[in-house]
């Protein structure tokens, strides 16, 4: 504190002076304020200080502390200093010298002024004392916090700051004292200090302590930023180590107890209520009592409770089982899909057997068709119509093992896998999972996943599914698992084996009408912001679309379409040239174009060597043309068309069979010696293979040697040997499908196909007629023309 150097004068004399029992002998003091509750030196010098301290040490009367309005005046009035000071009692004098003496003073109570008593060798007045409030409200104790927080770090941000301060302001407990310790202690002006001194209002003087203390901060932070670069940087953990004490040290002073013995009751509470079973609950109740040995700055203790978080937030009870209403799960199902009878029907299956066996174990289904047929979409139904939380889990391009087993718990960062993630997300033990894309999970240097699929999948296995992170068992044994793929090659055998395979055909032009007109249209009316009697297409215009400007299985470019052609309408309504907008097929050129599809009837030429063939993709079937072509030549077979080995080898077994049934068909073997034959397969940018077109092959070839065109209304699939037999292929279902949406009416199909012909769709059936082949030359017989064109058209 800084001293008073004040002039000596002469010593008044005090002798016989009687200072009245309510009257208080008052210091004038220069640059010092004195808080109640605070101990301070305070250095006089003026014969009347001395004199007056002198007074009040031989009658053991307290002093007022009286801070002056002008620090400049030697001798100050009455009027010269403020009217609100501090009673404090003289713990100790000490005599420095003959001019300069020292009293160490203990603030009591403010005190304000009422009147100066006259004739007296120095100040005397009556004063009236100022008690604390002391009321304590929700306000002052949130002050309370905060200045106490300010203070501390204040101190710790002082250079050489005695522990004892430290101290002194954890153990305060009084709103009121930290206050006006806090006010005594900085390093603000007189003036301010005085201010704070004469603010009574508690929440009001803590603000002001605060917003000074606030701007100290700043400067002693920035300060010490200054100084720590001149210095190694402590370490983070030595320094939250250290801050966390030290928030632990105020609550032991603020008597909150202790945070980290509320947290360990608190999850123990929830350990009881999570109704684990017996393993995983002796392992969260282990890893608790880890936890609560850890101090709070180790650095596992974070992994340790995110661990506990994981155990507790899993649903591992079963929720109550609702009751199960067939009707109206086949009535929800209905609803959402049109068609789709055997997957329906499996699922309808699924609940009655849950409703006669409610321990039956969930069944695991696997989705195989094009996009866009709706696998996803049948999912969420399934859930609904079940009356469970649905959750979809993508599978696409996961390549890390981890992703479905999850993470040991050495790792930093490390969380459960998907399936367990999915699991807390619902929130259900029951819930449906569909695994999307379950065909295009990959393989790489960390595991291979669909490996860690096959316990996930397996019914014998996942009633005790070990996540690596949990490292205790978890049941999905009621998990109804629904997994979805655009085809099988890509998804290994074992895993295979593990599901219920059910194949999703691409739609048909009657099916794809129905569904855009039962959901699609209403579907973008809703995403274009209009209402159906805004807005209509024609059912005819529906059908162009759906023939003219898609192509595909699904219905996904179809809904695009759809969407396009009622933007426009959207438009016309907007800008109020209409009130209703009717789509007929007339419209459509000028919304969409021109037809970007036009009738395959239309591309086949009707000149021998050209045979229509039936391709499956995984998008779903397609036609395809093979071209056969003569030119002069030395008896070479040239194949073009990027067709991959078993492709090419279908042709060269195609020529052979043509050329050992050459006198059959009527062929001379002197022209075959003198030609090349050159077999192309058209759309040339495209990879192509597969036995399947061993007939179309040999059809085409046949055609051109025998000068007979191939019927234009026909198209064939089937593989061939050399002895002529048509053997059986795959794809029946999706070959066919795309037979009828291209406009054909004959099919020739191995006769060991007919066990696929069940799963043909009905509208399919309807549309075509179907032709089984056992052998080459009963496709010969039904697709060739009976009669040869003119030889100008050969070859």
């Not at 101090?295 to 994981?310: F, N, Q, T």
């Not at 959207?570 to 209409?578: H, M, P």
């Not at 069979?657 to 068909?665: E, F, G, M, N």
């Not at 037979?739 to 075509?768: C, H, S, W, Y």
Request: glycine share 8%.
């Amino acid at each position: 504190m800084p001293p008073l150097n004040e002039p000596s004068s002469s010593k008044p004399d005090t002798a016989g002076v009687r200072i009245p029992d309510d009257a208080l002998i008052i210091v004038p003091v220069r640059n010092i304020v004195l808080f109640p509750g605070v101990v301070a030196p305070i250095t006089i010098s003026r014969p009347k200080s001395i004199a007056a301290a002198q007074q009040a040490l031989r009658e053991q009367r307290p002093i007022g502390i009286f801070l002056q309005r002008n620090a400049e005046l030697d001798d100050p009035g009455p009027d010269d200093l403020h009217r609100i000071g501090t009673v404090a009692n003289i713990i100790r004098y000490i005599t420095a010298s003959e001019d300069t003496h020292h009293i160490v003073c203990q603030g009591v109570q403010r005190a304000r002024v009422l009147d100066f008593l006259p004739g007296t060798p120095f100040p005397v007045a009556r004063v009236l004392q100022i008690p604390e409030p002391s009321t304590s409200t929700p306000e002052i104790e949130a002050r309370f916090l905060n200045l106490k927080r300010q203070a501390i770090e204040a101190i710790q941000l002082l250079p050489q700051a005695p522990p004892e301060l430290l101290a002194a302001f954890q153990a305060t407990t009084s709103p009121a004292v930290l206050a006006d310790l806090s006010a005594s202690y900085m390093d603000i002006k007189p003036q301010d200090k005085q201010e704070i001194l004469e603010t009574v209002d508690l929440s009001q003087r803590m603000e002001k302590v605060s917003r000074h203390l606030a701007e100290r901060l700043e400067v002693l932070r920035l300060s010490n930023e200054i100084g720590q670069k001149t210095k190694a940087a402590f370490d983070d953990r030595q320094r939250e180590a250290i801050l966390r004490e030290q928030m632990a040290t105020i609550q032991r002073q603020l008597g909150e107890g202790d945070g980290k013995a509320q947290e360990v009751t608190e999850l123990t509470e929830a350990i009881a209520k999570a109704q684990m079973p017996p393993e995983a609950e002796s392992q969260a109740k282990k890893e608790l009592r880890r936890y609560e040995r850890m101090p709070e700055a180790a650095a596992e203790a974070g992994m340790v409770r995110s661990y506990l978080d994981w155990l507790i937030d899993l649903p591992w009870s079963l929720p109550e089982e609702k009751t199960i209403d067939i009707a109206e799960a086949r009535r929800i199902l209905d609803e959402d899909h049109f068609g789709l009878q055997k997957i329906k029907s499996r699922i309808i299956e699924y609940l009655a057997v849950r409703k006669l066996a409610p321990q039956g174990k969930a069944p695991i289904l696997c989705f195989v068709g094009p996009p866009g047929v709706g696998k996803t979409s049948l999912g969420q139904s399934i859930a609904r119509a079940m009356g469970r939380p649905f959750v979809r889990v993508s599978l696409g391009g996961v390549h890390d093992e981890a992703e479905i087993r999850g993470h040991r718990r050495t790792y930093i960062g490390a969380l459960p896998g998907n399936i367990i993630q999915a699991i807390k997300k619902t929130g259900a033990r029951n819930c449906v999972m569909m695994l999307d894309e379950i065909d295009k999970m990959g393989r790489g240097i960390q595991g291979d996943p669909s490996a860690a699929m096959l316990e996930v999948l397996d019914p014998e296995q996942n009633g005790t599914f070990r996540d690596n992170y949990l490292g205790v068992p978890f049941d999905l044994s009621r998990v109804v698992f629904i997994a979805t793929a655009n085809m099988l090659d890509t998804i290994p055998g074992p895993l295979q084996d593990r599901m219920e395979i059910i194949s999703l055909a691409g739609y048909t032009e009657d099916e794809k009408l129905e569904i855009a007109r039962r959901y699609l249209v209403r579907r973008q009316l809703e995403a274009n912001g209009l209402k159906p009697e805004q807005a209509e297409i024609d059912l005819d215009a529906l059908r162009l679309i759906i023939k003219g400007y898609t192509r595909e299985a699904g219905v996904r470019s179809l809904e695009r379409e759809i969407g396009k052609v009622l933007r426009h309408a959207a438009v016309e309504i907007a800008e109020g040239s209409s009130n209703h907008v009717a789509i007929a097929p007339k419209d459509l050129t000028a919304i969409l174009g021109q037809p970007r599809f036009e009738g395959e009837i239309a591309l086949r030429t009707s000149i021998p060597g050209v045979a229509t063939g039936l391709a499956w993709t995984p998008v779903g079937g397609d036609i395809l043309f093979i071209e056969a072509s003569r030119v002069p030549g030395k008896g070479a077979l040239i194949l073009t068309g990027q067709l991959g080995d078993v492709m090419r080898e279908s042709a060269q077994a195609a020529m052979t069979l043509v050329k050992s049934r050459a006198s059959q068909l009527g062929i001379d073997l002197s022209i075959l010696e003198k030609s090349d034959i050159h077999v192309h397969v058209p759309a040339g940018a495209t990879p192509k293979d597969g036995p399947s077109a061993g007939v179309a092959m040999y059809t085409a070839l046949a055609s051109l040697l025998t000068n007979r065109t191939v019927r234009n209304d026909t198209a064939m699939t089937g593989e061939i040997s050399l002895r002529g037999l048509v053997l059986p292929v795959g794809g029946i279902k999706e070959k066919v499908v795309a037979a009828a949406a291209a406009g054909l009416t004959r099919v020739m199909l191995p006769a060991r196909n007919r066990r696929d012909f069940d799963d043909i769709p009905q509208g399919a059936r309807e549309k075509l007629d179907f032709i089984w082949l056992e052998h080459v030359d009963d496709a010969v017989a039904a697709a060739l023309a009976k009669t040869p064109q003119p030889v100008a058209a050969a070859g």
